[in-house]
């Protein structure tokens, strides 16, 4: 086990598991931007045929999900773990999104990094021998967020200039532990807790930058 550290956060893995599929769904907003045709799939409503938001986040987990497997050539049985989240409480939209696929899930919640933990920890699993297939997913939805946590649209409330806007899309990526193409996830770097003291709880930028360093 020691061998494998490079440092006080790196760890190199000895078995890297391959990405053999993956797929991403969006809103209608992310597709007018500049990623808009490098997605799998978008939806010119944003409730994805839901009568929720929260619905449709979960929908949007299904629907990445299965693309992604259908790119591996699996099907959802032959998972070993599926780690995912979203911006919920209780990680809701995953939950909901899972709940018939009866595979082993485990739900993280890392906010904006949640992506990059799924897919850490799922590399670390496959790496320890602990199993054959992982998915890792993850997904936001700007009106559930808002909902969440600053201005729900019910309100009406104006938004200011500088305000962010949270993704409406989802990720999913299958990881074969004895895949031989595709890009490898030979190391994994976990990240630590830094306080850069912003008290602006708008200023989402300035708070979240070190995640970007």
């Not at 760890?11 to 992310?30: F, S, Y």
Request: glycine share 10%; with cysteine; net charge negative.
């Amino acid at each position: 086990m020691n061998q494998k550290r490079l440092g006080r956060q790196t760890v190199a893995l000895e078995h890297p598991p391959a990405l053999i599929g993956w797929a991403a769904v969006a809103g209608q907003k992310e597709r007018k931007g500049p990623l808009g045709p490098l997605f799998s799939s978008t939806s010119d409503d944003d409730t994805f045929g839901e009568s929720s938001w929260e619905k449709a986040e979960s929908a949007m987990q299904r629907q990445a999900l299965s693309a992604a497997l259908d790119r591996a050539g699996l099907a959802a049985p032959a998972l070993d773990y599926v780690l995912a989240g979203d911006l919920l409480n209780q990680c809701i939209s995953s939950t909901f999104a899972l709940r018939d696929r009866e595979v082993p899930f485990l739900g993280l919640y890392g906010a904006c990094s949640t992506m990059a933990e799924s897919l850490s920890l799922a590399a670390l699993l496959l790496d320890g021998g602990f199993g054959r297939y992982a998915a890792a997913l993850t997904s936001s939805h700007f009106c559930s967020a808002e909902r969440q946590y600053r201005t729900p649209l019910e309100y009406g409330g104006q938004r200011t200039p500088t305000a962010q806007w949270t993704a409406t899309a989802s990720g999913a990526v299958i990881l074969d532990a004895e895949g031989t193409n595709g890009p490898r996830v030979t190391h994994v770097t976990t990240g630590k807790i830094v306080d850069k003291g912003i008290r602006d709880p708008a200023n989402m930028g300035g708070a979240m930058a070190p995640d970007d360093v």
